[in-house]
């Protein structure tokens, strides 16, 4: 489901500034090489999430759910001189792609790839981070982002990916998976820790500040 129509997300894309080529060609790779590109945050989103992380200039960000590392590459743009990203991924079939194009970006010596399951692999850091981006497995967001929330810093932020679920969240007896996005949303919203906002970009992402 689209939220916003598709001809105004063209527009939308239309006056923003492109992305770097190297994200083009990932985009086009990604349709080619893999059996669920639509996993890929794409033209738009990672605009916008360029964008914020330019907002918060992070020096740790983390994600959680790398994919072919098109999300990786967008934050990125908004790190600190000295500043490093983690992304975790647990299928280490996308290794090559993933290299492949931070390689080619000027990221790479920044950029950090943890292959292992997120939930194993997040209680081993032990820096705090400054942004978060929990886009993996969504039966998992609780746990993904209760571990995440704690190795926040006061004042940093967290955005979560498809919270719409293509609107899924609105069904009552809906499938295990929007059944966990519908609890992780609540979930979010009753944390007296944060405040959130849902927007309804691409499949929905919500921005959580801890106070
Ligand atoms: C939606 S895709 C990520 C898309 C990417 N962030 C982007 O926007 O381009 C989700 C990824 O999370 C990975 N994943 C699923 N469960 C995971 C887990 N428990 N730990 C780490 N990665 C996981 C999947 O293999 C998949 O590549």
Not at 96 to 104: F, K, M
Request: with cysteine; proline share 5%; glycine share 6%.
């Amino acid at each position: 489901m689209k939220f916003i129509p598709e001809e105004i997300e063209n527009y939308c894309k239309d006056k923003s500034t492109p992305p770097a080529s190297y994200l083009e060609e990932l985009d086009r790779e990604t349709h080619l090489k893999t059996l669920a590109p639509v996993m890929l945050s794409g033209h738009l989103q990672g605009r916008i999430l360029a964008m914020l992380s330019k907002m918060i200039q992070p020096e740790q960000i983390l994600e959680v759910g790398t994919f072919t590392g098109y999300s990786a590459l967008c934050l990125a743009e908004g790190l600190s001189e000295s500043g490093e990203l983690h992304t975790i991924e647990v299928n280490d079939e996308l290794k090559p792609i993933i290299d492949q194009y931070l390689n080619r970006s000027p990221y790479k010596d920044r950029i950090k790839v943890h292959i292992g399951k997120a939930e194993e692999v997040i209680p081993h850091f032990q820096q705090t981070f400054d942004l978060v981006f929990i886009d993996a497995g969504k039966k998992l967001y609780g746990k993904f982002y209760r571990q995440c929330v704690e190795k926040l810093r006061s004042g940093g932020f967290i955005f979560a990916d498809n919270v719409l679920w293509s609107g899924k969240v609105l069904e009552k007896d809906a499938d295990e998976e929007t059944e966990a996005l519908k609890e992780f949303n609540e979930m979010v919203l009753r944390d007296p820790e944060v405040e959130v906002v849902v927007l309804p970009i691409r499949d929905g992402v919500s921005v959580i500040r801890k106070k």
